[in-house]
């Protein structure tokens, strides 16, 4: 992965998984600026005003209120200015049947949240370059990180 600062949107509705997801990107002291929504109505709001200029990469809970996840997808792979915005699945889901249906929606990293920090950190170290190789290639190559 280049060492550009990367732009990171993280839609979660849980302000403990937020804290630690932050947290995790400061102790890899990697480039990055991190934005964070807290339901999926916020999200399509922020990606709505943000078109010109999108995040590099969103992470998502499917799990939120107000607009889930599923939904927030498929609104964004509809919007032909966001359709290519990379997305990366946050879910305590490890269903094979949920990670089959982000799978035809379009996303190509599937993290099954970890259950401690340590971890956390490995599966975002090992997503962003994934997606970053995903953005410079057209691979249609399906990933699942579980800690």
Do not use: W
């Amino acid at each position: 992965m280049n060492l550009k600062t990367v732009n990171i949107l993280l839609a979660d509705d849980d302000s403990d998984d937020c804290f630690f997801f932050k947290k995790a990107l400061e102790d890899l002291m990697l480039p990055a600026n991190l934005t964070i929504v807290n339901d999926g109505e916020q999200l399509m709001n922020y990606l709505t005003l943000n078109t010109s200029n999108p995040p590099d990469i969103l992470f998502l809970d499917l799990s939120m209120p107000r607009k889930n996840g599923l939904e927030c997808i498929s609104e964004i792979k509809r919007n032909k200015l966001l359709r290519n915005l990379a997305v990366v699945i946050l879910s305590t889901s490890n269903s094979n049947e949920t990670i089959n249906n982000v799978f035809r929606r379009g996303v190509n990293v599937y993290i099954h949240k970890p259950g401690d920090f340590e971890q956390l950190k490995q599966v975002i170290h090992h997503a962003l370059p994934i997606v970053s190789e995903k953005e410079s290639s057209e691979s249609q190559v399906k990933y699942i990180l579980n800690a």
